[in-house]
């Protein structure tokens, strides 16, 4: 095992990750995160280098702080070979088994890998799935222009949304989802509509791995057109920094498919894995 600390060879890797697409997108995302800036204090580790096999994304260890937090203990993963993978998930110097943490990859081997490490670490696993889409092409992205009421604005999330953010994302509600998305916020592009008071009605908020996580229109300002300028201004500011447009939907949110369609995102034969790791010694827990 091996953290790359060395500009050079994160920037090799950052290279070496495109030939991988689409199987790499969530590293490839952190990796540029990391070239550029770091504002998450992530780390690269690997199997080995440069013929690598496997690579975890984590927080760098001297930032780990709450270990009841899965929102930034999260880990993106890619391998080359499920065995490397396997042998440098059970290696606890790569991963942290004594905290609640999550993984994030598009390889139908992260869920198994992980329910047969789990069970020897006595960590409980719960995993989810999504489709994943990526707007390849800036060029395919359509040209949105609404005719809004005067009083509406297209700008920035700030951290005086967040608490509404929070509400409103499936995976939100708490405190940690607070500090989380403060935290995206003010790393990471996000777009809005707000109204002259300036309140969001609309919003599209990208994450530590380059991907459009959590979009939304409040239930009373739907069907107006806000959801696909904010989504596709989001998609153009992520393509003006050279980042890959990616975003996961969950099969069963019928509105956003077809809103996705019509800004020609190409949906992936590979599906967007999250799957969270609970010793469980923390499962008692009630506010988890």
């Given at each position: 095992m091996?953290?790359?600390?060395c500009?050079m060879k994160?920037?090799?890797l950052?290279?070496?990750?495109?030939?991988?697409?689409p199987?790499c997108?969530?590293?490839?995302?952190?990796v540029?995160n990391t070239?550029?800036?770091?504002?998450?204090r992530?780390?690269v580790?690997?199997?080995?280098?440069p013929?690598f096999?496997?690579?975890i994304?984590r927080?760098?260890?001297?930032?780990e702080?709450?270990d009841l937090?899965?929102y930034t203990?999260?880990?993106a993963v890619?391998y080359?070979e499920?065995?490397?993978y396997q042998?440098?998930?059970?290696?606890?110097?790569a991963?942290?088994?004594?905290?609640i943490f999550?993984?994030?990859g598009?390889?139908?081997?992260?869920?198994e890998?992980?329910?047969?490490?789990?069970?020897?670490?006595q960590?409980?696993v719960k995993?989810?799935?999504?489709?994943?889409?990526?707007?390849?092409?800036?060029d395919?992205?359509?040209?949105?222009?609404?005719?809004m009421d005067p009083?509406?604005?297209?700008?920035?999330?700030d951290?005086?949304?967040v608490?509404l953010l929070?509400?409103?994302?499936?995976?939100?509600?708490?405190?940690?989802?607070?500090?989380?998305?403060a935290?995206?916020?003010?790393?990471?592009p996000?777009v809005?509509?707000?109204d002259?008071n300036?309140?969001p009605?609309?919003?599209s908020?990208?994450d530590?791995?380059?991907?459009?996580?959590?979009?939304?229109t409040?239930?009373e300002?739907?069907?107006?057109?806000?959801?696909?300028?904010?989504?596709?201004?989001?998609?153009?500011?992520?393509h003006?920094?050279?980042?890959p447009?990616q975003?996961?939907v969950?099969e069963m949110?019928?509105?956003s498919i077809?809103?996705?369609?019509?800004?020609n995102?190409?949906?992936?034969?590979?599906?967007?894995?999250r799957?969270?790791h609970?010793p469980?010694h923390?499962?008692?827990?009630?506010?988890?």
């Amino acid at each position: 095992m091996l953290v790359l600390n060395c500009s050079m060879k994160l920037q090799l890797l950052e290279k070496m990750l495109r030939w991988s697409f689409p199987g790499c997108l969530k590293v490839y995302g952190a990796v540029m995160n990391t070239n550029r800036g770091n504002p998450f204090r992530k780390e690269v580790v690997v199997d080995s280098w440069p013929d690598f096999r496997a690579v975890i994304t984590r927080l760098q260890r001297e930032n780990e702080m709450d270990d009841l937090d899965h929102y930034t203990n999260a880990h993106a993963v890619f391998y080359k070979e499920l065995q490397a993978y396997q042998e440098l998930l059970e290696n606890t110097n790569a991963i942290n088994w004594g905290q609640i943490f999550q993984i994030q990859g598009l390889q139908d081997g992260i869920r198994e890998i992980s329910r047969t490490v789990a069970l020897s670490k006595q960590v409980d696993v719960k995993t989810s799935s999504s489709q994943t889409v990526i707007h390849s092409d800036p060029d395919m992205l359509p040209d949105v222009r609404l005719q809004m009421d005067p009083k509406l604005t297209l700008a920035y999330l700030d951290i005086s949304h967040v608490s509404l953010l929070s509400k409103t994302w499936s995976r939100g509600g708490n405190p940690r989802c607070q500090k989380y998305l403060a935290n995206l916020i003010c790393c990471f592009p996000s777009v809005c509509v707000l109204d002259d008071n300036r309140y969001p009605l609309s919003w599209s908020l990208t994450d530590q791995f380059a991907t459009m996580i959590h979009g939304y229109t409040l239930p009373e300002h739907r069907r107006k057109g806000y959801s696909r300028l904010v989504a596709t201004t989001v998609a153009k500011k992520l393509h003006s920094c050279c980042f890959p447009a990616q975003g996961n939907v969950l099969e069963m949110n019928i509105p956003s498919i077809p809103l996705l369609k019509s800004m020609n995102a190409q949906f992936l034969p590979c599906s967007f894995f999250r799957v969270i790791h609970t010793p469980f010694h923390f499962l008692a827990k009630s506010h988890l």
